[in-house]
């Protein structure tokens, strides 16, 4: 019984807080995206667009991508029915992999579940391969990245978000013979900005550190072939280990790392998250492979997309709401208080039909709760339309402040 009031009291203190999280079930309709259809707890079905999801550029009804996963099912059947190590490496695994080293430029690239996965596995094993390694991390990186480090047990810094002099002083207080690696973000996902990639590289170059960079929310979004912010800006092949997914804008699923061969080597023989699990579905690898392939071309699907994102911000800040703008393509309203967040997504999505998920502590630092918006290619102009009246009637009927958010 005191298990039970355990239980109680811990969940208790997340409704007290207005942090509880209440899952929506929402089913999206393949070829109408964002339309989706929201089933209420009470069983009665509603239309809603979906304005939270992170499939950026809808890739996740892609034809094409549809056509590979069906073709691979098909051939193989549902599971890859083992480990990489123990029959669980098939063509599919293979032709994903040679896909992703080719659009990050890298010599290989290894396969995980997901990237969290990806993340935890990797940076806790670079501690095995690397006796000493000392690992520098950005303080706003993804709660993948701070289990990663914090697993692997040794040496750890926190530098302050995006501050590479605060950075370069951890550098100086340590031994310069030690092993180092910096970890961080190309964009930072909750506020959309981005990570000084080339000034880390520098100073990595400078003081012999290895560099790491999760790469989850600009795959596929950015880079002439969708390989990143750090293609864009021309520092990939400054990148030791790129981490990404498959499961955001390329709509699939699963996660990865690419490097040099030797690396991908060590990691795949040391991470017991990539050895002791079994492989991902070859239907998956298939469908990934094909996303991956066809947005290294689709530019006109990035272009339509940092559009949509231009629009809104400008039509919400028309209004005077206030958001936080890093110029990227995720679309952060500062609401600062959790009950008033809840809130105003329960009344979006039962007054609207939009459904924008409140982000709260621990997602983000307590007040600055939010609502975030992902518009895409897919999101039309009406819908766009829909969202901002209904915001701006919301803001009124809330009263809630219009102060821009410095950006
Ligand atoms: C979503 C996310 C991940 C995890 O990616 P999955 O493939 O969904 O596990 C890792 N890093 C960041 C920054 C993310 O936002």
Redesign the pocket.
């Known amino acids: 019984m005191t298990y039970d009031a355990a239980i109680d009291a811990a969940l208790q203190r997340l409704h007290d807080e207005g942090r509880y999280r209440t899952f929506i079930d929402i089913e999206r309709r393949k070829g109408h995206f964002p339309a989706a259809v929201w089933t209420k707890p009470d069983g009665t079905e509603k239309d809603i667009t979906v304005w939270c999801g992170n499939d950026y550029l809808g890739m996740g009804q892609h034809p094409e991508v549809l056509a590979a996963m069906h073709e691979a099912l098909e051939a193989t059947g549902a599971g890859s029915g083992g480990t990489r190590n123990i029959s669980g490496t098939t063509v599919y695994h293979r032709r994903l992999e040679a896909e992703l080293a080719d659009l990050h430029g890298k010599e290989a690239a290894l396969v995980f579940s ?3 996965i990806a ?1 935890d596995a990797t940076l806790s094993t670079l501690r095995t391969i690397f006796p000493g390694l000392i690992i520098y991390s950005d303080a706003l990186n ?1 709660a ?1 990245m701070i289990e990663g480090v914090r697993r692997g047990g040794g040496e750890k810094r926190i530098f302050r978000h995006n501050d590479v002099a605060h950075l370069r002083a951890l550098i100086a207080a340590d031994d310069p013979a030690a092993p180092k690696l910096i970890a961080f ?1 190309s964009v930072y ?1 909750m506020d959309g900005d981005f990570g000084p990639i080339k000034e880390i590289c520098d100073l990595a170059e400078e003081v012999g550190a290895l560099t790491y960079i ?1 790469e ?2 600009a795959v596929g979004m950015y880079g002439p072939r969708g390989a990143g912010v750090a293609e864009r800006d021309g520092q990939m092949h400054r990148i030791d280990i790129i981490n990404a ?1 498959m ?2 804008a390329y709509g699939v699923f699963g ?1 990865y790392i690419a490097a040099s061969a030797k690396m991908v080597d060590a990691v795949r023989s040391y991470a017991p998250g990539f050895i002791f699990t079994t492989s991902l579905p070859p239907s998956v690898a298939a469908g990934a492979a094909a996303s991956v392939r066809i947005l290294k071309t689709a530019q006109h699907l990035r272009d339509a997309q940092q559009t949509a994102a231009r629009i809104l911000k400008m039509r919400l800040r028309g209004l005077g709401l206030p958001i936080i703008d890093h110029g990227s393509h995720i679309v952060p309203v500062h609401v600062g208080n959790p009950v008033h967040c809840k809130m105003l997504s329960d009344m979006l999505l039962d007054q609207f039909g939009i459904y924008v998920q409140p982000i709260n502590f621990p997602t983000v630092p307590r007040g600055t709760e939010r609502l975030r918006f992902t518009p895409s290619p897919v999101h039309d102009a009406k819908q766009i339309d829909h969202l901002v009246r209904a915001m701006d009637a919301l803001w009124r009927h809330c009263a809630l402040n219009r102060a821009e958010v410095a950006g």
């Open positions: 997901s990237a969290y993340n993804h993948s973000e996902s999760d989850v929310h997914t499961a955001k996660g």
